[in-house]
């Protein structure tokens, strides 16, 4: 198996500082407690479900979305400004199940 492209937490974290500002400028309205993983603005419902995600490790290094690695976290959702600073490969669309 090749090793996957990483994005270490240290380059993509904010500070908790940061985060609970925007998390208080975000979204006042929005009663669902989805935020954006990476910076934690908050989400509306809508907009968490269809947002787009990050393939996370263990550790909180972001992974390429393709790879299967053994530290996998899973995939957390991630606003669209946020994605836009990503490298490509390393946003996903969102999983959908067939109804």
Do not use: Y
């Amino acid at each position: 198996m090749n090793e996957a492209r990483r994005i270490p937490r240290s380059e993509w974290q904010l500070s908790i500082d940061q985060r609970e500002k925007n998390a208080k400028i975000s979204r006042r309205d929005a009663q669902h407690n989805q935020e954006c993983h990476l910076c934690g603005r908050k989400m509306s419902k809508k907009a968490s479900e269809n947002a787009l995600r990050v393939h996370m490790s263990v550790d909180g290094d972001l992974i390429e979305t393709s790879a299967e690695v053994s530290d996998s976290q899973g995939f957390f959702p991630v606003g669209s400004e946020c994605a836009k600073k990503l490298p490509v490969g390393f946003v996903r669309k969102p999983f959908r199940r067939e109804v």
